[in-house]
């Protein structure tokens, strides 16, 4: 596996374990911002409604802007969606920051898949293409499990 792939791989796990580990984060954000549980249901739709509408055009975004561009720019914006999310303390900050994340994970994710085509050996293709989706199972496992522990011993 050629370094590229296997950064892709790292990616993927991150991006699927984060996008599955902000889930679990909801109660504790309901908690910690006295939101309703209106708001924690808004917030969790609007990432998946967002994470739809932005798949689609995906695959052109790729080809008018270059794919590792736009992998890049997806990584980028997920992870500082993120950061800043741990400093959010109100509502009105913390819906803008879902939605960069979701931003993020719905553009990596299929454009993802097609550099990893795009990088892989014909003959070893589909066993590549087979990898890279269990990396992003393996980063929901260890990250889910991971933040649990964490949340749980923190509080």
Sequence with gaps: MNLTLFYLNLLH???DGFSSALVLLLPFIKQSLNLSLTQIGFLGSSFSLLTIILALPAGSLS???GGMRVVTAAV???GLGYILLGFSKTFPEVLPLFLLCSA?????NPIGYGLVARFSRKETRGKVIGAFS???DIGKLILTVGLTFIVAAVG
């Design 134 to 136: 269990a990396s992003g």
């Design 76 to 78: 980028l914006a997920y």
């Design 13 to 15: 796990a991150g991006s």
């Design 63 to 65: 080809v008018r802007f």
């Design 104 to 108: 993020g994970f719905a553009l990596f």
